[in-house]
C-alpha cells in the first residue's frame, strides 16, 4: 500500500522560506515520478514541480526561480524549497507519485495515482 505524507507547511511573511516534504512508504523514488501539485480555495489542483527517477525536473512557470524540488532516495523523502514567497504562493500542497506516466515529468494530476493528504501553506504580506 503506497502512502505519502507531506509536512512542512505552515504560516509565513511574503519573502520569506519554507520547506516542505513528502514521506513515502510502498514505492521507491528511484523508480517513481514525484511532483508537488497546490491547491487554492474553490480552484482545480495545479502542478507545481515534477522530478523522475533520474532527477530530472520540470516546474511550472509561475515558481521557476523561487520554487525548486529535490529528492533523497535513501530516505525516499521528496523536499520542495520554497523561496521568495509570496501571498499568492498561499496554498494546500500535494506530493503526488506515480510509477509509470505516460509523459515525461507530467503536471498534469490526472497523470498521478498516488497522493499525500496535503499540508497548508500561508503566506502573509
Known amino acids: 500500500q503506497v502512502q505519502l505524507m507531506e509536512s512542512g507547511g505552515g504560516s509565513v511573511q511574503a519573502g520569506g522560506s519554507l520547506r516542505l516534504s513528502c514521506v513515502a512508504s510502498g514505492i521507491t523514488y528511484t523508480k517513481a515520478c514525484m511532483a508537488w501539485f497546490r491547491q487554492f480555495p474553490g480552484k482545480e489542483r495545479e502542478g507545481v514541480a515534477a522530478?523522475?527517477?533520474?532527477?530530472?525536473?520540470s516546474y511550472a512557470d509561475s515558481v521557476k526561480g523561487r520554487l525548486t524540488t529535490s529528492k533523497d532516495n535513501a530516505e525516499n523523502t521528496l523536499y520542495l524549497h520554497m523561496n521568495s514567497l509570496n501571498p499568492e504562493d498561499t496554498a494546500t500542497y500535494y506530493c503526488a507519485a506515480e510509477l509509470d506516466p505516460w509523459v515525461a515529468l507530467p503536471l498534469e494530476d490526472k497523470e498521478y495515482t498516488y497522493w499525500g493528504q496535503g499540508t497548508q501553506v500561508t503566506v502573509s504580506s
Open positions: 522530478i523522475d527517477s533520474d532527477g530530472s525536473t
